[in-house]
């Protein structure tokens, strides 16, 4: 039979039509229909329309910020990009008030250089940059009565107002427990989840994927875990009880990599007890007796101990003394007499929490390895200076301050738009350059039509604001894809304009955005000084650095189990990063995606790099000493790395890695 006829799509398209799965977020979309729409109305029955409309730009644009997770990082993730835009509206207003179109051009395009250089340091950075460039733009052309302080202020009011939401509605289902903690809780729950999908893959093709994924979800544990307290002391039972066991799962995870390191497959039993552990986080119930596995190689020896220490975290309650829940350490399954013997052994290390490294280990880890190390001050400035930060920075002020000549030389009315639309297609950590412009044309376009179609027929100023909290109730949904989350961003803001007093907007609106398009396109294939792809390099050079002090702990002997844990927890989230980055550049056309090639090779040998050095590490736990097996792949990793560094047009790794 002829084998029927397929066209595979180029990468810079397939991307521009990927989008994001998965349930819809009922709460969150509660949130945005609570945001920006009830603030519009509550400011046009006062008769402050205007005051209304900052307040609801505050809103949305912290809405676009509100994404799954706990709510103490949501107090992170959407006040910090929300205290940055009001800032920008502050400098936006007065400059546009005090100076003429050279020097405001000059201003912009300074902030567009140091938002950009900022972006390069993370997301929530990123989101802070954005917000500045936006408001600042929106400040300098909007034409409002109030002040810029007061604009900043009902700006703020309208983000404060969707994090008080976030903080206080609970989450369909949560009931049932503190649902302060429910997204803490999912986090933790998903964690365990992971380690046994990855026990379970050992030995299979899906086993790389399996550990990709193990890494997201204590990523994002990590993340859920190390934002504001939300009481002080951060002391109630429930916060504590999740630490201890996010602490408590480290130590599995860490055997459950060595396992699938050495590429046998598992007994299918092997994975319930991380299972059985997970039910018992999501519903706050004792896990019950847990199946033990053989303890007949390093590996299974280390995951046995981490149950084990696991079950008595869990029985404590994530206490350090008590409460109990009976039963929950007896291990079942049938073993033999020498596995026997060693589980007598391994209950004696775990009879006494002081003495044991693990138990030890996760106690400060729960206390100290949580949180991300702060970025100090030089490592913060090597960032927003080094070569990604520059090249984001060179290209970000380029766009908006060419877009911002651009739309005033036009001397149109809502001439604000094109700079603010320039920054979000400059945006690289948004995805490739152009995916992100063929979804922001295709994505004006449709919302411009349907706001059209709406501003028809919808009484005003009612209608426009219904339009604005169904738009609002959207946008958590419309996220996932760049594309319908520029469709409801413009029609919310094209009811916003109106209502405050302008003229209808949809074709004006069209062009500019188009205009934006080209802008973005021709600054982005433009040379610049130094090497293309800056960000991806950066990100694989901190990759280096935290592998190399990964494996240089663990080949000291250092006995510091908090330490390897949140080395090894680094190292996991620079490769993720890194590859985060390298697939977003081999998504762009190929004229930019060539300054990366071999870029994903590096990464590849980095994360097995990473791999076999958690392997050694439960090795040297074990015997006190490597195999030849560790050794020599050590060796050619470190080989292969050197030459595909090379390759790349990488700088060489730190000598003293190559020589470890």
């Not at 399954?333 to 007598?344: F, M, V, Y």
Request: with cysteine; aromatic share 4%.
């Amino acid at each position: 039979m002829p084998r029927p006829f397929s066209v595979a799509l180029p990468p810079w398209l397939t991307h521009a039509l990927r989008a994001q799965r998965g349930p819809v977020p009922w709460n969150a979309v509660l949130r945005g229909a609570l945001a920006a729409g009830p603030l519009l109305l509550a400011a046009v029955l006062a008769g402050r329309e205007s005051v209304g409309v900052m307040a609801a730009l505050g809103a949305m644009l912290a809405g676009i910020n509100d994404r799954p997770g706990s709510r103490r990082t949501a107090v992170h993730r959407i006040g910090v990009p929300g205290l940055a835009g009001a800032a920008g509206l502050v400098v936006g207003t007065y400059a546009g008030e005090g100076l003429g179109a050279v020097p405001l051009t000059l201003i912009l395009t300074a902030l567009g250089l140091l938002a950009g250089a900022v972006s390069a340091v993370g997301p929530v950075s990123s989101g802070a940059g954005t917000q500045l460039l936006v408001a600042a733009a929106i400040g300098a052309g909007m034409p409002l009565p109030e002040p810029g302080w007061q604009r900043a202020l009902f700006f703020l009011a309208g983000g404060a107002w969707l994090i008080a939401l976030r903080l206080a509605l609970p989450t369909p289902g949560a009931l049932a427990h503190d649902f302060r903690f429910d997204g803490e809780r999912v986090a933790v729950a998903d964690v365990y989840d992971a380690i046994a999908e990855l026990l379970a893959a050992a030995g299979g093709e899906q086993a790389g994927a399996r550990r990709a994924a193990l890494t997201a979800a204590l990523d994002h544990a990590q993340d859920a875990l190390a934002g504001p307290r939300l009481r002080r002391y951060a002391s109630s039972s429930a916060e504590r009880r999740l630490r201890a066991q996010y602490a408590a799962a480290l130590p599995l995870a860490e055997a459950a990599t060595a396992l699938a390191w050495a590429g046998d497959a598992l007994p299918a039993r092997t994975a319930e007890g991380p299972r059985r552990l997970a039910v018992a986080v999501r519903t706050g119930e004792p896990c019950g007796p847990l199946p033990a596995p053989a303890r007949s190689v390093p590996g299974l020896r280390a995951l046995d101990d981490a149950l084990l220490h696991a079950a008595e975290t869990f029985d404590r309650g994530g206490k350090q003394t008590g409460g109990k829940n009976p039963g929950s350490r007896r291990i079942d399954g049938e073993k033999t007499r020498s596995d026997k013997a060693g589980d007598q052994h391994s209950a004696a290390l775990h009879s006494n929490a002081g003495t044991n490294p693990l138990d030890r280990g996760a106690r400060q880890t729960a206390h100290k390895g949580l949180r991300l190390r702060p970025l100090r001050a030089k490592a913060l400035l090597r960032t927003v200076t080094g070569q990604g930060g520059r090249e984001y920075g060179f290209r970000v002020a380029l766009c908006y301050g060419a877009s911002a000549a651009v739309a005033q030389a036009l001397h149109h009315v809502h001439w604000y738009w094109l700079p603010a639309t320039a920054v979000f297609l400059v945006k690289p950590d948004l995805g490739p350059l152009v995916s992100r412009v063929l979804n922001r044309a295709a994505g004006t376009v449709l919302g411009a039509l349907v706001f059209a179609g709406f501003a028809a027929v919808l009484p005003r100023p009612e209608g426009l604001v219904a339009l604005v909290a169904i738009s609002g109730a959207l946008i958590p949904v419309a996220t996932r894809h760049f594309a319908a989350q520029t469709a409801v961003v413009t029609v919310l803001v094209l009811a916003l304009v109106m209502v405050g007093g302008e003229p209808e907007a949809s074709w004006s609106r069209i062009g500019e955005t188009l205009l934006a398009c080209a802008i973005v396109l021709i600054v982005g294939h433009l040379p610049a000084p130094g090497q293309r792809g800056g960000n991806v390099r950066a990100r694989l050079d901190a990759a280096t650095d935290a592998a190399h002090a990964y494996l240089t702990h663990v080949l000291s002997g250092a006995d510091d189990r908090a330490a390897r844990w949140a080395l090894r927890r680094e190292a996991y989230r620079k490769l993720a990063e890194a590859r985060a980055a390298i697939d977003r550049a081999a998504a762009e056309l190929p004229t930019l995606a060539r300054h990366t090639e071999g870029t994903d090779e590096v990464a590849a040998t980095l994360e097995r790099l990473v791999d076999t050095t958690t392997a050694c590490a439960v090795h040297l736990d074990d015997t006190g000493r490597l195999t030849p097996r560790h050794t020599e792949r050590l060796a050619t990793l470190l080989d292969e790395l050197v030459e595909q560094r090379e390759r790349a047009g990488l700088a060489d790794p730190p000598a003293d890695l190559l020589s470890a």
